[in-house]
Structures are given as C-alpha cells and as structure tokens.
C-alpha cells in the first residue's frame, strides 16, 4: 500500500504519547452500552478504499486504527484526535488517513493488505468502544492470451485446441462475443484453460475468446478467428 500523502496538524500532541495514554485507557477504561461496527470489504489492488464505520459514540476523543485483532504500539496504523476543535491526525508515515468520521481510507492497496483491521474509540470519560472489520483484496486481472494449435481447419478432418494463458481463478469461453455453447465434441481441461474441438465442424468457424475472472474484475482476450474448409 502506497503511503498516503496528508497534512497533518500535531499542534503540542506527540503521537507516542497519544498511543500511550490510549494504551493505559485501554486498561482503566469501563465498559460502556455505545456500539461501533466495522463495514468489511473487498477491494481491487491499486485503489483507494475506504473502511466506513458506524458507531453511536457521543463525544468522541480519539479514533484509532490497528492493523489485526489487537489494539497496540507495534500495530497502530492511524489515529485521529479530536480537541478542542482539532484534529490532529497521525502517527508521521502511517499507512492510513482517519477521516473526521472516524472512517479508515486506505490508498493503493495490495493484496498484503488483506486482513482484519480493528478500530479504538475512546470517548470523554474513559469509556471505549472497539470493533474489527476485514479487507479483502484482489488482484487486478490482466488480459489474457489466447493461442490456438491451428486456425484453418478442415471439417470431420482436423482437430483444434485453444488455450487461455492468465493467472486468474477462473475462466469462461466466448464464441462470437457470447458465451459458448458446448458440444459433445468440446472438451475442457480440468483447469478450463484448454479447450479441444475434435473434429472441427462448419458452424464452429467464427471467433473465439476466453475470459478471465476472479470475485472482483475480469478482462477478455483478444478474437482468435477460426476458419473451417468443407466441400
């Protein structure tokens, strides 16, 4: 994940101190009734996402971002204070931006920043209210190729083998820009990324495509033309 370009406000708040005194409310402090959840989400490498949350907090102090399932030093990612009318964000280099909601947004993301991401509400009083929600990232399909043994053929004669190269999880097989429709004289590698055509008849010629696809984004290949010689 890129590191976020913001300008802070750190006034007389040194973060460490702030992560500090977070630490020892996080012992003292009593339990309280407010609520805050955590909207997980799935994201596509390379954009900006936003991890919303949804709390009834009155009189907010702090809110503070960890990366994982516990709230500490070592993994503090952002934290907004709110005091006396400002905001003061950090801590320097993190790898998030709080926003005046308390909301997370996260720039340029990897797959390495899936995971589970915990936030720390502190409110006046020493009452906190603390919830986990999860980033799922996927990565960004890339266009596949399509390669074919043979594009002129001869009907009841010749056979012909496509094959998509992509990393993606899955993939789909297109004929004439619609999905194709199988024959009993098709046939597709465990994998889908083989597909045999024996033997070849007249109303297979056309153009064939593969299509790769994982939960988040897809990408087609470029039209391999099959051409097929009958009398």
């Known amino acids: 994940m890129g590191s976020p370009s913001v300008s802070t406000h750190r006034g007389h708040v040194h973060w460490q101190g702030l992560l500090l005194v977070v630490s020892l409310l996080n012992f003292w402090s009593q339990p309280t009734t407010a609520q805050v959840t955590v909207e997980s989400i799935e994201a596509v490498e390379g954009t900006n996402v936003t991890l919303h949350i949804h709390h009834n907090a009155q009189n907010a ?56 991401y915990t936030i720390l509400i502190l409110q006046e009083g020493c009452q906190q209210m603390i919830s986990c929600g999860w ?45 194709l429709r199988y024959t009993n004289r098709m046939k597709l590698s465990l994998d889908r990324r083989n597909l045999t055509i024996d033997p070849v008849q007249r109303w297979d010629a056309g153009n064939y495509q593969c299509k790769a696809s994982n939960r988040m984004n897809s990408a087609e290949s470029a039209y391999v033309g099959l051409d097929v010689i009958f009398e």
């Open 61 to 116: 102090a702090s809110f503070m971002w960890y990366r994982g399932e516990t709230a500490g030093f070592h993994n503090n990612i952002a934290y907004l204070s709110v005091s006396s009318g400002r905001h003061v964000r950090g801590p320097p280099n993190g790898q998030g931006i709080v926003e005046d909601d308390g909301s997370l947004l996260l720039q340029n993301v990897t797959m390495n920043d899936s995971g589970i």
């Open 135 to 179: 980033l799922d990232v996927y990565p960004l399909v890339s266009m596949p190729t399509l390669l074919a043994s043979n594009t002129r053929v001869t009907e009841n004669k010749d056979a012909v083998v496509l094959t998509c190269h992509t990393s993606a999880d899955f993939i789909q097989w297109l004929f004439n820009g619609t999905n």
